[in-house]
């Protein structure tokens, strides 16, 4: 089962990782930043070991954005109205949706939270285990 673990972040400035520069992550200690990055090292590896990362990317400032609407022009970002905007993504590749939400949960960081999502489109391959 494919997922997208969608995380989202309002940092200023925009940088990576997200969770030091908003906020919230700039109220945390060196030693709960240092924890934090741990417990992440700890299930990165485990995904790794599991064969459960497919891909990660961590995305540019919301600035740096185009949008192109159907029957119009493209418009310069950012484009919602919500403070937080999407940082980056996980995609993975798990046996149940419980192993994704188990994953998706440690995701969340000081001013980021993370969003699951399932693919929409089935690998015919897949199909065929």
Same mark, same amino acid.
């Given at each position: 089962?494919?997922?997208?673990?969608?995380?989202?972040?309002? *940092?200023?400035?925009?940088?990576?990782?997200?969770?030091?520069?908003?906020a919230e992550g700039k109220a945390l200690s060196a030693d709960e930043h240092a924890e934090l990055d741990r417990r992440f090292d700890l299930l990165f590896d485990e995904m790794q070991t599991r064969g459960?990362?497919?891909?990660?990317?961590?995305?540019?400032?919301?600035?740096?954005?185009t949008v192109f609407r159907w029957r119009s022009d493209a418009t310069e970002g950012p484009f919602t109205e919500t403070a937080e905007q999407l940082a980056g993504f996980f995609h993975i590749d798990v046996e149940s949706h419980e192993r994704a939400v188990e994953?998706?949960?440690?995701?969340?960081?000081?001013?980021?939270?993370?969003?699951?999502? *399932?693919?929409?489109?089935?690998?015919p391959r897949r199909q065929q285990k």
């Open positions: 089962m494919k997922y997208v673990i969608l995380i989202h972040a309002n *940092p200023e400035p925009w940088d990576h990782p997200t969770a030091r520069f908003t459960e990362l497919v891909d990660a990317e961590a995305l540019a400032a919301p600035s740096t954005s994953i998706a949960s440690q995701f969340a960081g000081p001013g980021s939270p993370a969003e699951l999502r *399932p693919s929409m489109w089935v690998d």
